[in-house]
């Protein structure tokens, strides 16, 4: 099985800063890789998959990059609504995992 | 649009069994993967199994097998999941999420269902 993990737990940034989450497969995955947010109380969301493409209707101001082990999903100039926790997500191997989140908090 | 509706709360002791729903509309039913996504509470996302709506094939990560069946109603398209046995730790957010296309390799999760809360306590 496949160990997603990311970092930082927890990133306290301010509106309109820029945010990076990092994720980090515990082996080659290529770019086999989605991002969610999940809002408090609610369902995940998809924001990215194939490691950099955005999903429906998502912003442009999510980006991800990365291949292989190291990947990033950068958020730039936060704004209110993207106080939330992320998740990454390979699909490279079975069973498909998560990474455990980042929480995003002003 | 695409959408997954799953079906309401439940409370159940330990010991039960429960069975969660996962209606699929806006699209063919019998040509997407369904996978079920547990999170106890402020924790983590964690797989619990996939089936291919399409013959019914499921597959579980080794921690669930043989406590998780899941089936489909193709004439309703729908999905259920089941889970025997049920313990305290059990007591979580279930989801449904929209896998890969059959046939296809991307296998992100989108759309998800709205999560049926199942709390397990005696």
């Known amino acids: 099985e496949i160990m997603m993990t990311q970092s930082p737990t927890t990133l306290s940034v301010s509106p309109g800063e820029r945010a990076t989450l990092s994720c980090r497969a515990s082996?080659?995955?290529?770019?086999?890789l989605a991002w969610y947010q999940q809002r408090s109380g609610q369902a995940p969301r998809l924001l990215i998959y194939?490691?950099?493409t955005r999903a429906t209707d998502i912003p442009a101001r999510f980006s991800g990059s990365g291949s292989g082990t190291q990947f990033t999903l950068t958020i730039s100039s936060l704004q209110s609504e993207d106080f939330a926790v992320y998740y990454c997500?390979?699909?490279?191997?079975?069973?498909?995992?998560f990474g455990q989140g980042t929480k995003l908090e002003i | 649009q695409v959408q997954l509706v799953q079906s309401g709360a439940e409370v159940k002791k330990p010991g039960a069994s429960v069975k969660v729903s996962c209606k699929a509309s806006?699209?063919?039913?019998?040509?997407?993967?369904i996978h079920w996504v547990r999170q106890a509470p402020g924790q983590g996302l964690e797989l619990m199994g996939t089936?291919?709506?399409?013959?019914?094939?499921?597959s579980s990560p080794q921690k669930f097998q043989g406590r998780v069946t899941m089936t489909r109603d193709t004439s309703t398209s729908t999905v259920y999941m089941e889970l025997n046995s049920l313990r305290s730790d059990d007591t979580a957010m279930y989801y449904c999420?929209?896998?890969?296309?059959?046939?296809?390799?991307?296998?992100?999760?989108?759309?998800w269902g709205q999560g049926t809360l199942v709390i397990v306590s005696s």
């Open positions: 806006g699209y063919t039913f019998t040509t997407y993967y």
């Open positions: 999420a929209r896998g890969r296309e059959v046939g296809a390799t991307g296998d992100w999760f989108d759309p």
């Open positions: 997500q390979q699909y490279n191997n079975w069973p498909r995992t």
């Open positions: 082996q080659n995955i290529d770019s086999n």
């Open positions: 089936i291919n709506p399409s013959g019914g094939r499921t």
């Open positions: 194939g490691a950099s």
